[in-house]
């Protein structure tokens, strides 16, 4: 009974010949997991352009000093709208979008567990994105001056306050996130039970991929992180509109608690950014070292500490605020602690790659980008962590410097090697091998080029989100390299997105299994029927296709 | 990298146990950047020696830093903190190299070859392994137990509860986009420049009027926040006479780029010393004949309800301007003061700090002459 | 290279595993979340309990009586619904009706309370959300949680509905029970919302 064969018909254009709209209405009503995974992804890629001009317009007015390309108040609006985009519309929905279409593939399920609440998920997302860019038409009224929100991605009180904010502009942010939070709150609740419960047979906890693992411990944390944001949010909204006073430092509000609120979401949520990421690189690793994941067990275990650990670590945001000795000590300390199970992914991810047969096709080249520089802006977040040392660097360009390490050099980097390695899954043809190494080098110089001189600049007594910065300080040549990476990184973007549209017409079609890979989503077609698997299928060990293959030495016996 | 030494040693001496951790902290950052990453290495130069080229300001003839960084430290809190990013550098240069080195090291060493690959078959599967699995287990929890430890006992070095003893106190209340000082011992309150002897502990009390702020000199300590109820404090002592520049570092608003902070360490004695300027901001403000027409003009427009002058106006939303020209820099240090610029900024202060809370009376040429000429007096 | 292969569904016979039910996992995330929800609003008032700047405040004006009433009406709603799922397994509608019924009574109680209490504290006392800390600490937590008893009544009612016009058989017990799930978690906010609002708020326990 051989039931998962290709079906060529289905590669690239199997709708080719239904007209537009057809194709549209299936799109818009679909509530397939994999459609709205790639519409995750799309929607993120689209924002993150739109994210990456704003950041390339803030590079542009800060090149040089006393600039005046852009006023004081757009540049405020650009970086507010540049961090709110990348963390909320670009991070969250492609890192929730690629496990909406793997995990149910990979767990060896039909679908995720409930494909109607998915779609509204997506939808919520969307339009709190729009909603959100909205507010640069409709932030004072249709008549008014039209403004985005100022206020910095993590809108400290009391500048959110009516007397410092005024217009609707940071009403528009707090809409904007809090909609498209409730779509990740309804992914994240999807994401855990499908892998809790639509599990297949044999695929026990301790045999799922990893993805799968940092996929359910994203999934807790978003329900552990958005809530509170959440009610942080409404109590700034009824701040504004209904005169409230959570955040009224005039009627004994506190301005910190904002900041308590804001980071108890917002430190899980650096690793609800990160944790996906992980994933994606368990799983290229050791497809293209051609050897097992090294110390799954521990792997896991490394994971779910994170996840605890990441949840009492978020003052370390607030070293500056003069939360006294004694709880500066403590957060410091369980800062210092998360180095300890996310050192022991980088190992077993080397130890993976020891003694294998690395073929450095384009996924494992920005797989081992990520590695490379997640290290280092890992190690400059340790650096963080140290209190006395924060109290010089915090809000500087020195912390620009990290998270973009992490993020970019993490999160970003993670992604792309996961497009490329899966692109020819959902679409059925192969990326080009060479417009994909082009791109990596290119985003890899840009990269360092841009964000390791802010490290730099941050010590030398840069803070962030100034408008233009003073000469004489020893500033300029810092900024001006900042500056020229972006070309590079541009340059290497636009590669990227040429060659994911060009291949999904031009390029070789791909085979069910062009990595020749160990996990379930290589067994079934690509792209993969709407059902997914024909038959389904019942696993015996974490590699169920490295047992088909090497039916003489299977794994189970050594797990 | 022996570069800090010199200007270093004589805050060390007498601070013995610092010192020790200090140079150990430099010897074995230095160390480790000697042959750490081309980065972190070409980093280094730039940082240090450019700032230790002194240059002179010009209104107080103070020393100045070219680069007013936290690596040419002037105060003990500034001072531990380096000495700790010496040593922070040198640890994670160590992880850096280790982690770096295994990772390049495998990348070459079993890169694929062409003849594995037509060989076909898998390299040998391993699947972990409990020794060194505990290894790098361990390895980071003795490091970050370290790590830990030197943390916490520089908080407690540096964040005091209660100000030094003989400190001088000072009220600094940030607001959008400038600084007001209070010395409540002396009763002074003065703007955007704060003036303090060298050699005498400073304990600040940081307020702020509407939104956060944060008070960063990097040369004197670390940053705190100033934030609407909720007072912070902080404290420094200037080693050496000087000018120390910094400026808010925390998002305010429209202007944050220009929250400019400039400190002034004066010896006590002499025509420039502390004590010539407390007693110069404690006598009344000039009053001069001569600039009685600018002094009307100001009473009579807008310019009394925000502005303090002492004995003749009380407003309390700008900045006090009672020694007006006793200070160097204008608007919270986005142009010198001298009269061209106080002139530009009284007719449209926009066109110096554009969305600056000031704005343009619209004075006519002969109020604004009066009215700078009245200014220009306030010694 | 092709590893697709009907192998995969024909490996070593599995004796059928247990999973977590779908329904079950998903309500029991979305209480858990609501759990963060809520936390965030007790915190917040708990950490403002005697800042405000001006009165009425939790002391001078709430008083814990009527509060007891309602509460237990509340909380014996609880009970009922276990009863209501009890009889809906067993297939015994009318008592299933009889308990669902009751439960509904029980939490439109607690609303009316509730109500009734807003409306002394806005026509006697003048408090309003915007009046002092007390105040939009007290109306967006006790409403949030007012909110969550409406939201919770309005699913219980339609099954009540249901149930009348014979939609509603034994074989909806799991999902009844879920409903009944949240009902409980309503009830649970509940007891930490009373024990700060009117134990700690009021200086009661202090
Ligand atoms: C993907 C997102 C991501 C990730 C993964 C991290 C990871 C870490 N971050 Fe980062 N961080 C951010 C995103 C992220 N961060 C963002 C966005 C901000 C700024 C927000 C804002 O203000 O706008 C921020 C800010 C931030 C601060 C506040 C700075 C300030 O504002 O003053 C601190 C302070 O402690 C910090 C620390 C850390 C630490 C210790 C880690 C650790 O998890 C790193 C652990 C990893 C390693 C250490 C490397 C690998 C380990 C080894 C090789 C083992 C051996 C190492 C040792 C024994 C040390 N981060
Ligand atoms: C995942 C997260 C992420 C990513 C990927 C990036 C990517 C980039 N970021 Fe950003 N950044 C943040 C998250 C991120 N950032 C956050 C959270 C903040 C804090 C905000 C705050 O303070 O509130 C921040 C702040 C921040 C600042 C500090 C602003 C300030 O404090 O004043 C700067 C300054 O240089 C910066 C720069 C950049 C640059 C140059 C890139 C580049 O890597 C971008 C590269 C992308 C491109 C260059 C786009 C290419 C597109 C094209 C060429 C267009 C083609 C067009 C069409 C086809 C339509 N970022
Ligand atoms: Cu004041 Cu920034
Ligand atoms: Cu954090």
Redesign the interface.
Known sequence: MSTLTTRPAEVGAAVGGEPLATRLHRWAVTVDHKRLGIMYVLSGLVFFLVGGIEASIMRAQLARPANDLVSPEVFNQLFTMHGTTMVFLVGMPILLGMGNYLVPLMIGARDMAFPRLNAFGFWLFLFGGLLLYFSYIGAQGLYGTAVAPDVGWFAYAPLTDRTFSRGNSTDYWILGIMVSGFGSIATGLNLVVTILSMRCRGMTLMRMPLLAWMMLIVGLLVLAALGPLTAAQVMLLFDRNLGAHFFDPQEGGSAVLWQHFFWFFGHPEVYILVLPAFGFVSEIIPTFSRKVIFGYPLMVAATVAIGFISLSVWAHHMFAVGMGPALNAFFSAMTFMIAVPTGIKIFNWIGTMWGGRIRFASPMLFATGFVAMFVIGGLTGIMLAMVPFDWQVSDSYFVVGHFHYVLFGGTVFAIFGALHYWYPKAVGRMLDETVAKWSFWLLFAGFNLTFFPMHISGMLGMPRRIYTFQPDRGLELWNVLSSSGVVLQAAGVILIVWNLLRSARKGAVAGNDPWDAWTLEWATTSPPPEHNFDVAPTVGSRRPLWDLKHPEDPDGRYE | MRRGSAVRGDAGSKREVRFSLRSAGSRCGSLALAWAIPGFAAAAPPIAPDSLSEICDPSTGLPMPAIPTMFDPASPPAADIEALTWLLFGICAAIFVVVQGALVHAIIKYRARRRDEAAGDEPRQVYGSNPVELAWTVIPVVIVFVLTLASVRLIRDIERTSPPEGALKVVVIGHQWWWEYRYPDLGIVTANELVVPAERPVWLELHSADVNHSWWVPQLAGKMDCIPGHPNTLWFEADRPGVYLGQCAEYCGNQHANMLLRVEARAVDGPLGFDAWVANQQSPPVDDDSTTPGRDVFLALACQSCHDIAGVSEGAFGPNLTHLMSRATLGAGVAPLDRDSLRQWVDDPQTLKPGCNMPSLKLDTNQLDAVVDYLASLR | ????????????P?A??W????GR??MA??I??????????IV?FL??VG????GPTGKTCLSIGPVVVWSICLISSSFTVVAAVKALAKARKAAFEFWLGLTLLLGGAFIYGTVMEWRGLMLEHEL???T??F???YY?LVG?HAFHVVLGLTVLGLLWTLSKFGHLGPEDTERVELVSWYWHFVDVVWIFVFTSVYLIGTGILS
């Open positions: 290279m092709a590893a697709t292969s009907d192998s995969l569904a024909a490996a070593a599995h059928e595993e999973r977590p039910a779908r996992t998903g995330c979305l858990g979340m609501e759990c963060f929800f809520f936390g965030t609003f917040a950490f403002y800042k405000d700047t001006t309003f959300i915007s002092n800390l105040g939009s600490t967006s949030f």
